[in-house]
């Protein structure tokens, strides 16, 4: 049985098959939550903007340009609710773990940042050497390597999706490949 493309699904559900919106979120549901957790790391705080994303496709579906990729447009809507999240984000300070005495318990509680020897072990895995100096990327970085190598997009399909140009993008690219290495090396 053939599979139906992106723009078969939204002309199905415009057409009353409720299935064909539940197929076409689907297929996008684990990369979305993927994408999310670049911006804000994995867990709950991805899956409520992914959840979010996907919910806000379904209300503004008959606004999506029917000759634009269903996918870029998705991963637009996904990357502004994560900026969006970001940006309402309010940062712990230390001092609110200060007691009526003016001590800080907190700093005896935090953890040593040096790796245990089985994550030592763990990080000489290339695997986990990959994705541990991706983690130390800057975000607009992640986006774009992910995008391109983890997703298959296209430079142009991620300019689109992130309303930069296209020279933007393939330099975002290339520097971040150049600090993925210079990451490695080390």
Do not use: C
């Amino acid at each position: 049985m053939k599979m139906l493309t992106d723009s078969d699904l939204i002309r199905q559900y415009f057409e009353g098959d409720e299935a064909a919106l539940r197929e076409l979120l689907g297929r996008y549901a684990s990369q979305v939550y993927h994408f999310a957790a670049r911006y804000v790391g994995p867990g709950g705080n991805a899956e409520d903007i992914a959840q979010d994303a996907l919910v806000s496709v379904w209300k503004n579906l008959k606004k999506f340009e029917h000759d634009k990729k269903f996918s870029t447009w998705l991963f637009t809507i996904t990357k502004n609710a994560s900026l969006n999240w970001i940006k309402k984000k309010k940062p712990v300070l230390f001092s609110e773990f200060e007691n009526t005495d003016g001590e800080n318990s907190f700093i005896d509680y935090i953890a040593d940042a040096a790796p245990r020897p089985d994550e030592k072990y763990a990080m000489r895995e290339r695997s986990a050497e990959i994705a541990s100096a991706m983690k130390k990327l800057n975000p607009s970085y992640q986006s774009v390597i992910s995008l391109h190598a983890d997703q298959g997009f296209t430079f142009r399909e991620i300019a689109e999706s992130m309303q930069e140009s296209l020279h933007t993008i393939k330099s975002r690219y290339r520097r971040g490949l150049i600090a993925l290495k210079k990451l490695l090396e080390h």
